[in-house]
Structures are given as structure tokens and as C-alpha cells.
């Protein structure tokens, strides 16, 4: 304990600490008023100001280098910061709960992603790809878990991931583009709304040319139906 802090103050720093829960766990920044009224009350507290050396000194004032300074303004500033100091650690403590927070992800469907040699783009003869449907807090994506695509099409063309409604008979009914992918880094990406995945459930991957066409261009090089897990 130092000769500025009393123990009252560490009994309230150590209050507002216990009473944190895990509804504290929300992340949130403590609005411009609070440190607008510790700034405006540090500058209202007086200076620490000299004393004329025949001054009587009482047991409210200390003696540093030849000056006397009162110790009252000390323990007023002591405690303020100390007050600043607990909204940080509140902060800091939100931030850290709610990094401690089980994971929500859950994975819904998976799909193999393979290759059709008979109707397909010769660009997917060696590709593969594994992919999942995750729910993340209500939001629905798609990740492409493992992948080996073909390599970067240069400024000729993308690759394009897509989720496909088949007819009775198997064949596209509707479609809908998800993204391009980067073969480097395929990533995710979110289901667009009022698109119900138990409809569009096929996933398909295809070559995409500069074209200024936003329709599929018939060059798929994989593709698979997801399926629940």
C-alpha cells in the first residue's frame, strides 16, 4: 500500500470487481461523460502549492525538497484515479469475458465438392474441395474447409462458388452466386438472404470469364450436394 492511497479506496476498486458477472461480457468503451467529468475534476482540484517556511507545518501537510505541499489535494487526486483506474479494469475485464465465451459456430452440412469428367471444365481435372455449411449466431456461411483449385487465372477469368436448386430430375432450376474464390485463400462466405439452403443445397465452383455476363458460364469444375450433419 502506498502513503497516497487508503485502504478504503482498494476496498472499492475491489467491490466494483466482485460484482462483475457474465453479463459484464459485452464489449463496451465507457461513454465520453466519464472521462469528461475525472478531467473536469482533476482540473477544479488546487495545484500543489508552496508554503512560506515559516508556516506552521500540521500533520495534514509533508515536507519534499524544502517545500511543503498539502496532502490533501494528493489524497483527492489519488482517489480519482483510482476511480479511472476501475473503469478501465471493468473494460479490460468485458473484453477479456467475452473472449472467454464458449464459441456459437456450429457446423450444419458438409458437401465433396468432386469433379465430373464427362460435363465439366478440363480446369477442374486434378481440383478438389470440402466445404461447410456453419451457423454462426443465426448467420449462415459457407466455408470451403480444404481445397486444391487451379491456379490463378490471371485477368482472363475468376473462379466463382455458387449454390445451385436442382428440379426433380436433378438439373438447375435456380442458382446464385456466393463469391469469387481465391485459390490461394478460399475463405467464406455468408448465404444471401431469402435463399433457404434445404432448396439450395448443390455447391458449385466454376470458371467465370471477363465477360461482363453475371450468369453462370456453364464451366463448372466441382461440385457436390451438401449434406446435414
Known amino acids: 500500500m502506498t502513503d497516497n492511497a487508503q485502504p478504503d479506496d482498494y476496498a472499492h476498486v ?96 458438409t458437401a465433396e465438392l468432386t469433379y465430373d469428367p464427362d460435363s465439366f471444365d478440363a480446369l477442374g481435372a486434378n481440383a478438389t474441395a470440402v466445404v461447410s455449411l456453419v451457423d454462426d449466431d443465426g448467420t449462415l456461411r459457407l466455408t470451403i474447409d480444404e481445397a486444391q483449385l487451379p491456379a490463378s487465372l490471371g485477368d482472363t477469368a475468376d473462379l466463382e462458388i455458387w449454390l445451385i436448386e436442382p428440379d426433380a430430375g436433378g438439373q438447375v432450376a435456380d442458382l446464385v452466386s456466393i463469391g469469387i474464390v481465391d485459390p490461394d485463400r478460399p475463405g467464406d462466405f455468408a448465404i444471401p438472404a431469402n435463399y433457404n439452403t434445404d432448396d439450395y443445397f448443390i455447391v458449385d465452383i466454376s470458371v467465370e470469364p471477363h465477360d461482363g455476363d453475371a450468369t453462370h458460364s456453364g464451366r463448372s469444375i466441382l461440385r457436390g450436394p451438401l449434406t446435414k450433419t
Not at 508552496?50 to 483527492?76: E, G, I, K, M, Y
Not at 476501475?86 to 459456430?105: E, H, K, M, N
Open 14 to 109: 475491489e467491490a466494483i470487481l466482485r460484482q462483475l458477472t457474465s453479463e459484464d461480457a459485452t464489449l463496451v468503451s465507457p461513454p465520453p461523460s466519464v472521462w469528461a467529468g475525472i478531467d473536469a475534476a482533476v482540473s477544479e482540484l488546487p495545484s500543489d502549492t508552496a508554503v512560506p517556511s515559516d508556516t506552521a507545518v500540521s500533520h495534514d501537510t509533508a515536507v519534499t525538497n524544502d517545500t511543503v505541499v498539502s496532502l490533501d489535494a494528493r489524497r483527492r487526486r489519488s482517489r480519482l484515479l483510482l476511480a479511472a483506474a476501475a473503469a478501465v479494469l471493468v473494460v479490460g475485464g468485458t473484453a477479456i469475458a467475452s473472449q472467454l465465451r464458449p464459441s456459437t459456430v456450429d457446423v450444419v452440412a
